[in-house]
């Protein structure tokens, strides 16, 4: 697994060159970057050990892990894979498996290599120069303006992201994997109400049926795959909403049924009545609340 080192980096001021290909940490053998990542983050702050092939040499240098300053990622080609319907990719003519060149006659080697072109080129033509096949075609292309969120900056796009392995898992694997990301999108929606809450992030992200149809819209642009991978976390997150003490939620009516288990004596209608009117109103208050930011952002 060849790796990319960014200059100034901690990842360049251990020894790692560009087109080393790791393959231990601590000596434990590793043979995709996933790997890599999960042994490292076992050990932020502390130095580790890792093997590398050079020039079919076998080197081991020792490096601090930092995972937000380390400097090294997969080498990856400037390959296209899936591209957004209607992106300024695809309206140029370039194609899933295409190879980028050259954009305005500097040459590509790397996906991070064109990616910082593009990102820093808002509404900038660039000419680029592409393999198709056996064939070489050029043509300008501007790319898009995007808003990331990550970076809090506004860059530039194309509309298309690097091609991904696929693995074919039995179906035990299937069960284990699909537990696994559900657990993970449970954990980020908990830990994003918690910063909601504490105000680390602001209320204005919060987004309702316009922001969801939006999403779903942008998302089938990207393809089908995507499409249902958006529906799946809303659909967990809808789950785990459902599941809070509020009135008119099935959170809600396991914590009355609790406390009428408690009291050995259940609630008179007119009180159930009132719980589930308090229920109803809050629950049409966040309604209104995230409509208001769908229709303000």
């Known amino acids: 697994m060849k790796i990319e080192v ?5 990842g360049e001021r251990a020894g790692f060159l560009t087109n080393d290909s790791i393959v231990t940490v601590l000596g434990t053998s590793v043979s995709d970057w996933d790997e890599v990542f999960e042994l490292l983050a076992d050990w932020e702050g502390q130095e580790v050990r890792i093997g590398v092939v050079r020039n079919g040499l076998f080197i081991e240098k020792e490096i601090m892990v930092d995972i937000d300053s ?5 080498l990856v080609p400037p390959i296209l894979g899936t591209l957004k319907l209607d992106g300024p990719a695809q309206k140029a003519g370039l194609k899933p498996g295409n190879r980028i060149l050259r954009i305005d006659d500097k040459e590509i080697k790397t996906w991070n290599g064109m990616i910082d072109i593009i990102r820093g080129s808002r509404n900038i033509p660039l000419h680029f120069v592409w393999q198709d096949g056996r064939e070489i075609k050029e043509a300008d292309i501007t790319p ?9 900056d506004t860059i530039g796009q194309i509309g298309a992201v690097m091609p991904l ?3 074919h898992l039995s179906f035990p694997g299937v069960v284990s994997f699909s537990v696994q990301r559900s657990g993970e999108v449970l954990w980020l929606t908990v830990r994003t109400l918690y910063q909601l809450i504490i105000g680390r992030i602001s209320r204005r992200a919060i987004g309702g049926p316009i922001a969801i149809a939006q999403l779903s819209g942008e998302s089938a642009r990207w393809g089908f795959e995507n499409l249902l991978g958006l529906l799946a976390i809303i659909s967990i997150n809808l789950g785990l909403i459902n599941l809070f003490p509020i009135p008119a939620l099935d959170g809600g009516h396991v914590v009355i049924s609790l406390a009428e288990a408690a009291r050995r004596k259940r609630f008179s209608r007119r009180t159930r009545m009132i719980i589930q009117q308090v229920g109803y109103a809050i629950i049409l208050l966040l309604i209104v609340f995230v409509t208001f930011n769908d229709i303000t952002r």
Do not use: F, K, M
């Open 6 to 10: 960014e200059p100034g980096t901690e």
């Open 70 to 74: 380390l400097g090294i990622a997969p």
């Open 144 to 152: 898009a303006t995007y808003y990331d969120p990550v970076s809090q």
């Open 165 to 167: 392995e696929r693995h």
